[in-house]
């Protein structure tokens, strides 16, 4: 099918506007990976969706290879990752540097920290098949139900739960929602809800959420501030997994996921923090956000709104810098916007 150049609106701003001019376009529109990917698919959430703020999704590894001159440039702008680069790990939490103080209790609601994987050798959920799928939450499944102690817990798939269960999962911030427009135009959300669910243990202080956007999103979360407890056990969980699963990882670019900001450590390190005086002045709020490398967001999760002063705050950078670097960076930016709140 022959495809011709996005009509993007004048005021659109997605990177993929940016960086979609005609010539790469002309490049790479007749290509596609060996998995069948097209440039088509890679841009068609952000075609669809004008107001997106990135606009692609990769369906594979080799996709961000294939259409490098489209993804090079937003990868470089989104995480100041430069093509020479290379994306080192150090997921140590001995070496995060983090003072558990009273005022980091009294601001901070909730904290929580994921990393996204995908497995080695499989397309990505943009991509996969409907039977890969299903063997992709039936392996990881199987590897969650082996683990122990603290990690131990059920898998609950999507459609084994009941509407109100599932409500409340999200409601709680525990489970994640169905997937958006932006999912839906790359394609993430086909099939729904078969092969997606959510494994957990008791305390829902470790999850697993399993064929939303990445194949694996590994979550650790608590009540209150104490980040280096949830980074420990995130570090414990992951390596654990590790043991039995193979994740798709590149020298390069570091662990692969399906959205190019996900990139590198695929880490976001977020609390829910009240924040309200600096709430009702965001350019203020947004300009110490910037200074520290932190992303604001509502606490329904992306695309969504803030309530009762409460935000998410969580790491922007990803690739190029170690998980503990990540951490820390929203740690440190954290530190600073309770030092502009009280000071106002
Ligand atoms: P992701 O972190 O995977 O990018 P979202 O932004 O969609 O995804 O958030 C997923 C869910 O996690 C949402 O319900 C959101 O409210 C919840 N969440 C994120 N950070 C925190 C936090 N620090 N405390 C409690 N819930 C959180
Ligand atoms: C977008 O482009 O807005 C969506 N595809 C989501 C992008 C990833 N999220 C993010 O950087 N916050």
Redesign the pocket.
């Known amino acids: 099918m022959s495809h011709t150049f996005p009509n993007f609106p004048t005021d659109c701003k997605s990177l993929l506007c940016k960086y979609l001019s005609i010539e790469v376009f002309e490049e790479l529109k007749d290509k596609q990976t060996s998995n069948g990917y097209t440039l088509h698919q890679a841009i068609n959430s952000g075609v669809k969706n004008p107001d997106s703020g990135i606009g692609v999704y990769a369906g594979d590894e080799e996709s961000y290879t294939l259409f490098a001159p489209l993804f090079d440039p937003i990868i470089k702008d989104y995480h100041g990752f430069e093509k020479s680069d290379i994306h080192k790990s150090n997921f140590n939490p001995d070496e995060l540097k983090t003072v558990d103080s009273e005022q980091m209790q009294e601001y ?7 990393v ?1 994987r995908n497995i080695s050798d499989l397309p990505l959920g943009s991509a996969i098949t409907q039977q890969q799928r299903l063997d992709v939450e039936h392996k990881v499944s199987q590897a969650l139900n082996n683990l122990n102690g603290e990690l131990s817990g059920r898998y609950y798939p999507l459609q084994g739960l009941s509407d109100n269960d599932r409500d409340q999962l ?1 409601k ?6 169905q997937g958006d427009r932006f999912l839906e135009a790359a394609g993430l959300n086909r099939n729904w809800p078969e092969g997606r669910g959510i494994f957990h243990n008791d305390d829902k202080t470790f999850l697993v ?1 399993i064929n ?2 990445d194949q694996l ?1 590994i ?1 650790s ?1 608590q ?1 209150g501030g104490d980040i280096k407890a949830v980074f420990t056990r995130l570090h414990k969980a992951v390596s654990e997994i590790e043991k039995s699963i193979s994740f798709a990882y590149s020298k390069h670019l570091g662990y692969i996921s399906s959205c190019p900001t ?1 990139l590198g450590t695929a880490m ?1 390190a ?4 009240k924040l309200p005086k600096l709430g009702d002045n965001m350019e203020l709020f947004e300009s110490i956000a910037s200074k520290h490398h932190l992303q604001i ?8 709104q803030s309530k009762g002063g409460i935000y ?3 790491n922007a950078r990803r690739l190029g810098v170690s998980e503990v670097q990540c951490v820390q960076d929203m740690y440190d930016g954290v530190v600073a916007l309770i030092a502009k709140e009280r000071s106002l």
């Open positions: 901070v609601v909730s904290t929580r920290i994921r996204g999200i709680d911030h525990f489970l994640f929602k959420w939303e956007e999103r979550i979360m009540m996900n976001r977020s609390v829910h923090i967001r509502g606490t329904s999760g992306e695309h969504s998410d705050i969580s």
